[in-house]
């Protein structure tokens, strides 16, 4: 059965860091491209950030996180993090990984919610000013 489970949210003052994780069960991890979304109280959830599959050379940025946030993988703990610095209040929300489908897909359309057909439960970033 397939399992994404976030973890590392929390409560944090605006200018400090955060690191989410992200780990896969039940799938081949390293044959997907794999996102951050996220989703704040009352709005759409709306893209963060996506890793290529396999070795992650490649990587999409929603411009709010460009220069703050860093995605990365590592295949062999079928994780993915995402590094959030300079955290801003307009960064509170609740951020969901998601896995993408088919295998091997990438490309500009993956910082689009449809290039992904798994998510996890989400885990609840809140930045104070």
């Known amino acids: 059965q397939m399992q994404l489970v976030e973890s590392g949210g929390g409560l944090v003052q605006a200018g400090g860091s955060l690191r989410l994780s992200c780990a896969a069960s039940?799938?081949?991890?390293?044959?997907?491209?794999m996102a951050w979304f996220r989703q704040a109280l009352g709005k759409e959830r709306d893209f963060v950030a996506t890793?290529?599959?396999?070795?992650?050379?490649?990587?999409y940025y929603a411009d709010s996180v460009k220069g703050r946030f860093t995605v990365s993988r590592d295949n062999a703990k079928n994780t993915v993090y995402l590094q959030m610095n300079n955290l801003k209040p307009e960064d509170t929300a609740v951020y969901y990984c998601?896995?993408?489908?088919?295998?091997?897909?990438?490309?500009?359309?993956?910082?689009?919610?449809?290039?992904?057909?798994?998510w996890g439960q989400g885990t609840q970033v809140t930045v104070s000013s």
């Open positions: 039940g799938l081949t991890f390293g044959r997907y491209a």
């Open positions: 998601a896995k993408a489908a088919p295998e091997s897909n990438w490309g500009p359309h993956m910082t689009r919610i449809g290039g992904y057909d798994y």
């Open positions: 890793i290529s599959w396999w070795s992650g050379a490649n990587t």
